[in-house]
């Protein structure tokens, strides 16, 4: 192997030993392992080759185009911690990707090290600057007809791509617009032509729940002073729990309760004495369920403070003459 890394028109004087174990390609990682490969150093990139500088050569003369990394723009730096072998140094290209380099033996990498850093300093550090200059001095310099004329294809190769792509865009704006359109329209004709909420309730598609719902509509529904299902918890409370410890302050399964509640808003007929409501903090806490979900209090909030000076009063006469006047003023 030589001491010095050489440009591409020696190719038999630069056989190397490099390795890379990966080119990392946005999220992808690729080649993991160390590989064995030969490489050619020129002016603004480095090819790597797989076979000996003998079919290295061959395949060049045969037009066979190896794998290479475009220098310009490229970062270069000795990498101890990217691997536990000795002598690597990786390279950073322009696009991300990144290359690792390796050989055991000392002077040969530090050669190869300067060479690539040298190539890469000599070069601009916005590739597609560069791109530009090296076109724009063919098209100068050259004498060749050839030259101009594919150069020329290439530009007009390119137009129609982008008038392609362009009128595509403008093409799927215009048909993601005129979708939306039609999806408005629809909306809005199925919204004005959708029934109103008296309609419904009149053919009975939609009932007022119990839960949830004001006090006077359920009783004006009912056509009573009290809700069916207030009574139907009274009733049990004093026919089995008064001997309960807890009553009204222990909580009863909450699945249990939400099934009752599920069962009375239904309007389905309810039976507090069957053997699912058997435990009693079930129908305490569904009443005091019921009570919760009250839009407006049981106590009105007009009457809160005639209540508070109503349970204030020292004497049980007064105070239970003024509860009653309050509640009469209630039921009316």
């Known amino acids: 192997m030589p001491a010095s890394p050489i440009n591409d028109q020696h190719l038999k004087q630069i056989q190397i030993r490099t390795i890379y174990p990966r080119l990392a390609t946005g999220r992808e990682q690729i080649r993991k392992n160390w590989s064995t ?3 050619v150093l020129s002016s603004r990139k480095i090819e790597f080759y797989k076979e000996s500088k003998q079919q290295a ?6 037009g066979h185009k190896p794998e290479s990394v475009d220098l310009c723009g490229a970062h270069i730096e000795w990498a101890k ?29 530090l050669d190869w090290f300067h060479a690539i850093k040298n190539a890469i ?38 137009k129609p791509e982008h008038r392609k792509s362009l009128m595509f865009r403008l093409h799927h704006s215009a048909s993601d617009t005129s979708d939306k359109n039609r999806v408005k329209s629809r909306l809005k004709k199925f919204i004005t032509r959708r029934p109103s909420l008296k309609t419904l309730q009149e053919k009975g598609l939609i009932k007022d729940q119990v839960f949830g719902s004001h006090l006077h509509t359920v009783c004006e529904h ?10 139907q918890c009274i009733e049990a409370v004093e026919k089995r729990g008064l001997d309960v410890d807890g009553i009204y302050r222990v909580s009863g ?15 389905e007929k309810l039976n507090l004495d069957d053997s699912q409501w058997e435990d009693i903090h079930v129908v305490t806490g569904a009443l005091k369920m019921f009570f919760r979900e009250l839009p407006e209090p ?4 007009s009457f809160f403070e005639q209540f508070v000076e ?8 007064c105070r239970n003459m003024h509860i009653t006047l309050y509640n009469c003023a209630l039921s009316s």
């Not at 050569?57 to 045969?62: D, F, I, L, M, W």
């Open 222 to 231: 009912e056509n009573s002073t009290v809700p069916r299902f207030v009574k």
């Open 37 to 39: 490969s030969w490489i």
């Open 57 to 62: 050569v061959s395949n060049v003369k045969t």
């Open 253 to 267: 399964n909450l699945a249990t309760i939400q099934k009752l509640r599920f069962i009375v808003n239904q309007e």
């Open 298 to 301: 049981l106590f009105p909030y």
């Open 121 to 158: 300093d000599r070069l601009p550090k916005d590739p597609s600057s560069s791109s530009r200059n090296l076109e724009l001095f063919k098209i100068q310099r050259s004498s060749s007809t050839e030259l101009l004329s594919h150069s020329d294809s290439d530009i007009k190769e390119q």
């Open 310 to 317: 109503a349970i204030s009063e020292f004497e049980p006469t």
């Open 81 to 109: 911690e990217k691997s536990s072998r000795k002598n690597v140094f990786q390279i950073t290209t322009a696009s991300g990707n990144e290359f690792l380099l390796q050989s055991d033996i000392d002077f040969i990498i």
